[in-house]
């Protein structure tokens, strides 16, 4: 391919899949634009913590612009992308004060997932998603606000709702975030308001639809998940779904009502409605089939990773939605448009089941279960470590690092939340408010004629 200028290769995405790919391509002959709509990187699974009050959210995220530091030829434009149009090679994108039309030489999208309500729209109304951190600061800033109303209301009912929490799906983001809020409330909400709601109970509910819990985990995982979960006193429901939800309450399918007024939904994820604008016909959960190159059917210059792609393991499985797939496809994706542009082949996809760590979950203090390279099973306090030591590792960033550790220890010896601010903010417009420029202008002029008149 003979191009006059440097090949243009725009990335949508600056989570996992995206950076390793900006990363690979950081040094070569290229230009690269990375899009996204934050302007900083998630470290995804930490987000539990700052819903339930134990980390701040500046400490499991990390500025784009502070990791693209010295990438000479590397740009950042933080905006929503709203079109991908295949036909002419273009990308627009929704700054909040314009719309830009980014052209590509190629195009990597990494644009993850969202939350799946699976068009439960009722649900989807009521319930609280764990998937960015704006989620799980206003599920923080719910959470503390159903306590402090708690404290001054007199019907019990509605005490009760405002203090029982349901959380939907028995993944590991389920349990995790069932574990900590029953943590939060032994620890912490029942000794600060104990004296003032009468009979204070904190129900945390996990509702899973299946018969288990943990459904890629050996049984004898699941099993020791449940019980760890138990004995810290969160009630889990098997073997039904949420049938429907009310300002009040949750209906399970067996008609069972629970009163509540947080429904925390981590029953499931789809991939991200970019997705759509590809024009190819989509796989399970929304996502693009892509060949073993990481290429979209059908659109070459196109390559597509992480949560968002459908590839399939030599099992026939499709590759599931972790951070190892998305880290190991986005450096391939890179390294397959530069092997392009050297005129060499491309490289199919094989995750390297050595470089991936096996599968933990944390449920809580000393609790855990761990599928360690898909070998070793261990659960309690030595999964609990290992769940601790491996995201100490991943966590982007010294400062973060060191802050999540100084927390942990903290929170650990001091049975303490002490992220409990209830903090609402309301972006504000770029433009100032108020009249228009001109309008002010005219404003100004007529109070300068009016000091004039009162001086003569
Ligand atoms: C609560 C939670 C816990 C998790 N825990 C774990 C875990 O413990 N271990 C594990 O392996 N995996 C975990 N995961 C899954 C993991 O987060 C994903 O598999 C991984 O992030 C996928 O990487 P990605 O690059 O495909 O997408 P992401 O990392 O999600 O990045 C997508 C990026 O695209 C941006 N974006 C999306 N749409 C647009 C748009 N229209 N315009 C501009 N930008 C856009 C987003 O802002 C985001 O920065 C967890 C996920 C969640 C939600």
Not at 17 to 30: C, I
Not at 68 to 85: A, H, K, P
Not at 332 to 340: H, K, P, V
Not at 436 to 444: G, H
Request: a neutral charge; charged letters at 20%.
């Amino acid at each position: 391919m003979t191009t006059l200028h440097r090949p243009r290769i725009v990335i949508i995405g600056a989570g996992f899949g995206g950076l390793n790919a900006v990363k690979r391509l950081a040094k070569a002959d290229v230009d690269v634009l990375l899009i996204d709509r934050e302007n900083f990187h998630l470290f995804t699974p930490l987000l539990y913590q700052v819903a339930t009050s134990g980390l701040e959210p500046g400490e499991i995220a990390y500025p784009v612009r502070g990791i693209l530091r010295g990438m000479e030829r590397v740009r950042f434009l933080r905006g929503e992308v709203v079109e991908i149009n295949p036909s002419d090679k273009t990308v627009t994108v929704d700054t909040g004060y314009g719309i830009r039309c980014e052209g590509y030489d190629y195009l990597l999208v990494a644009a993850g997932s969202r939350t799946d309500y699976f068009g439960q729209e009722q649900i989807a109304q009521y319930a609280f998603g764990l998937k960015t951190l704006s989620d799980s600061v206003i599920l923080r800033n719910h959470i503390l606000k159903c306590f402090e109303t708690a404290a001054w209301t007199e019907d019990p009912l509605v005490r009760a709702a405002l203090t029982t929490m349901v959380v939907v799906g028995g993944g590991p983001t389920g349990l995790e975030t069932a574990g900590a809020l029953r943590e939060l409330y032994r620890y912490v909400l029942s000794k600060e308001f104990g004296h003032q709601i009468t009979g204070l109970d904190g129900r945390v509910i996990l509702v899973e639809m299946r018969d288990h819990l943990l459904s890629p985990y050996p049984p004898r995982l699941r099993e020791a998940a449940r019980r760890q979960l138990e004995d810290m006193g969160v009630e889990v429901i098997l073997g039904q779904s949420v049938a429907d939800v009310g300002e009040d309450q949750v209906r399970l399918s067996d008609g069972r009502v629970i009163p509540t007024r947080t429904l925390v939904w981590a029953a499931g994820v789809s991939a991200s409605p970019l997705a759509e604008m590809l024009g190819v016909p989509l796989r399970a959960n929304g996502r693009v089939p892509v060949r073993p190159t990481l290429q979209v059917i059908g659109h070459d210059d196109i390559y597509v990773v992480g949560d968002m792609a459908y590839l399939e393991d030599e099992r026939g499985e499709p590759y599931p939605m972790l951070i190892p797939v998305a880290k190991q496809q986005g450096t391939l994706a890179a390294q397959n448009i530069l092997r392009r542009l050297a005129g060499q082949p491309q490289r199919p996809f094989s995750y390297t089941g050595l470089r991936d760590r096996g599968i933990m979950a944390t449920i809580g203090r000393s609790r855990a279960v761990a599928w360690i390279f898909y070998r070793l099973q261990v659960s309690g306090f030595v999964a609990w470590l290992a769940w601790l030591v491996l995201h100490l590792i991943t966590l982007l960033g010294f400062r973060n690092r060191l802050n999540v550790f100084i927390n942990w220890v903290w929170n650990y010896f001091t049975y303490d939340r002490s992220v409990r601010l209830i903090l609402e903010h309301q972006p504000r417009p770029l433009m100032w408010p108020g009249p228009s420029l001109p309008e002010r202008a005219a404003e100004t002029l007529a109070t300068v004629e009016a000091w004039r008149v009162d001086e003569r």
